[in-house]
């Protein structure tokens, strides 16, 4: 587990522009059975969440079409969410950041680590608004 203090930062760069933190199970089980879209990210202290996934997260949203609701857990932090996010992004092996896209409960798109780790921010961003076209 990582210290408060730590990841304070990191949790604001979601949190401050709508991310829900979410830190329960149930309040995953809720986030994701909510009708319409849900975009939960899978927030890291590794430097690609840092460099890609938060800021990608973040550009996504400048988008005509945007996810119903958008939420976060943080890996090595909220563990209890995190697995029960994680149990949603099946047959994904878990890897983190990641962010993976629900439709009226059901994954529809899912973007791993591979996928962000090296990549630019504004290349996530796209991808993601691809997604947000498709099923927003």
């Known amino acids: 587990m990582y210290p408060a203090e ?3 930062p990191m949790r604001e760069d979601l949190t401050k522009v709508g991310f829900e933190e979410l830190h329960t199970t149930e309040a995953v089980e809720s986030a994701i059975a909510k009708e319409g879209t849900t975009l939960v990210v ?3 202290v590794c430097g690609c969440a840092a460099a890609n996934a938060r800021p990608g997260s973040r550009m996504s949203l400048e988008n005509a079409k ?6 976060t857990v943080f890996a ?7 697995d029960a996010a994680r149990a949603h992004m099946v047959p994904f092996p878990p890897s983190s950041p990641c962010m993976a896209l629900f439709k009226d409960g059901e994954l529809v798109h899912m973007l791993e680590r591979h996928h962000i780790e090296g990549r630019p921010a504004e290349l996530i961003a796209e991808n ?4 947000y076209n498709e099923y927003c």
Request: hydrophobic residues 45%; neutral net charge; without cysteine.
């Open 6 to 8: 730590l990841v304070k």
């Open 42 to 44: 899978v927030n890291s």
């Open 66 to 71: 945007k996810p119903d609701h958008i939420v």
């Open 76 to 82: 090595g932090v909220d563990k209890e969410a995190v």
């Open 128 to 131: 993601l608004k691809d997604a």
